[in-house]
């Protein structure tokens, strides 16, 4: 059944760390707008890690008390093998902000969403999109949830569904992907007592990331080439041969939990991906639908609540007649960018230790995947 339709300023179509940054800037400035996620409450996702010059956005976005607490642990640094075969320790203790966070990510998104309370923002949790349609001076924004569909209108929609981007998929507007790597995530008990550190590996056909995760329990991902990446029944075999490469992070391990079990093993797309420009007449794309990062950078959270920041402030401008805060947004997400795509080369250039293998030659030379 499609109900009546509602009209608004702005429709935010996805409610992860972007799209509910953008919310909380709309409410800031006093747009009405609305929010849609698929997910009736939020659902885990992989990435944890939150550097610790992410302080003052979360300050400026009044949510840095939902990290700041026991709930989320202290993250102080690195351990990378990365180069050569010598573990390398990156303390943050010098950082002017401290330390950073390993976020339960499933309750920093529960509370974040908890968090968007202003009677200006109309929330569809458990809608998924179906439709966007440009209608004379309007948008039209079909919706659908368990027992009903909404027909919405908006002057402007935002792409905030990750690194789908879904509203730029129906308005025919596609991403350039600039790598074609996928992670192997799954979670397996800590043997020991584990660093409140990201432990990170390279080995010959791509790289290891192990972060804690609570207490007793690990992030365990692996970074590979889509094409490398066998059939759901070899994964655990593959990622055994991976472990067994390593020099560090097979040491994480207790070797009780081999084999591990594939049907606990996700795969899931991690590579660079953009758009090229983040917005057109009637839409904007914020955090991984615009820009999507390679997760070595931990960038992909502070980036999409940067981006909702300056994504909410854009859309306040242009409802009050200053069409060029769109031209100032691309600016800001461009330059930010690029900067990410130097050091990301930068970084993968520091492996050399392979130059046959299918992995390091893809990441090394940075050419867009058709
Ligand atoms: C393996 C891996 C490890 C990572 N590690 C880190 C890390 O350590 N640190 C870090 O900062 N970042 C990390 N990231 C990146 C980070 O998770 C993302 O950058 C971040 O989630 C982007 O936020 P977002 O709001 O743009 O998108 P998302 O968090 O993906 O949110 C999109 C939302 O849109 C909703 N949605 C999608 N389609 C529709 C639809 N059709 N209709 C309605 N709703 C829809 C989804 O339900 C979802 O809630 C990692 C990513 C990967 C893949």
């Not at 390993?102 to 908890?114: K, Q």
């Not at 596609?174 to 007592?193: G, S, Y």
């Amino acid at each position: 059944m499609v109900r009546d339709s509602h009209y608004f300023p702005v429709i935010i179509i996805g409610g992860g760390p972007a799209g509910l940054a953008t919310s909380l800037t709309l409410s800031a400035r006093g747009i009405p707008h609305c929010i849609v996620d698929a997910n009736e409450v939020p659902v885990n996702k992989p990435g944890e890690a939150i550097p610790p010059n992410a302080k003052p956005l979360l300050k400026q976005l009044g949510i840095d008390h939902l990290i700041d607490n026991k709930r989320h642990l202290p993250y102080y640094g690195n351990k990378a093998c990365w180069g050569d075969d010598t573990l390398r320790q990156e303390e943050f203790i010098t950082d002017v902000h401290g330390h950073g966070y390993l976020l339960n990510r499933l309750l920093f998104e529960t509370e974040l969403r908890e968090h968007i309370t202003s009677a200006l923002c109309t929330n569809f949790w458990g809608y998924k999109l179906r439709l966007v349609e440009q209608q004379d001076q309007e948008t039209i924004v079909r919706i659908e949830g368990s027992s009903e569909s909404h027909e919405l209108r908006c002057r402007y929609v935002v792409d905030a569904t990750g690194r789908k981007a879904s509203v730029c998929r129906q308005l025919g507007v596609l991403k350039t992907a600039l790598d074609e790597q996928f992670a192997l995530t799954l979670q397996v008990p800590i043997r020991n007592n584990m660093a409140h550190q990201i432990h990170i590996e390279a080995i010959e056909n791509g790289w290891w990331y192990a972060a804690l995760l609570g207490q007793s329990q690990m992030n365990l991902m692996f970074f590979a080439s889509k094409s490398l990446i066998p059939a759901k029944s070899d994964l655990p075999e593959f990622l055994e041969n991976a472990l067994n490469k390593s020099i560090y992070i097979k040491k994480l391990i207790d070797k009780s939990l081999l084999p591990l079990n594939a049907t606990e093993i996700r795969v899931i797309p991690a590579g660079t991906s953009c758009l090229d420009v983040p917005y057109g007449a009637n839409w904007l794309a914020v955090g991984d639908a615009a820009y999507a990062y390679d997760p070595i950078s931990s960038y992909g959270i502070t980036s999409g609540l940067g981006a909702g920041y300056y994504a909410g402030h854009t859309l306040a401008d242009a409802l009050d007649g200053k069409q060029e805060a769109f031209d100032v947004y691309r600016y800001l997400m461009e330059n930010a960018f690029q900067a990410y795509l130097e050091k990301l080369e930068n970084h993968y250039a520091l492996e050399q230790r392979w130059p046959q293998s299918g992995y390091w030659v893809n990441r090394i030379n940075m050419t867009p995947v058709a």
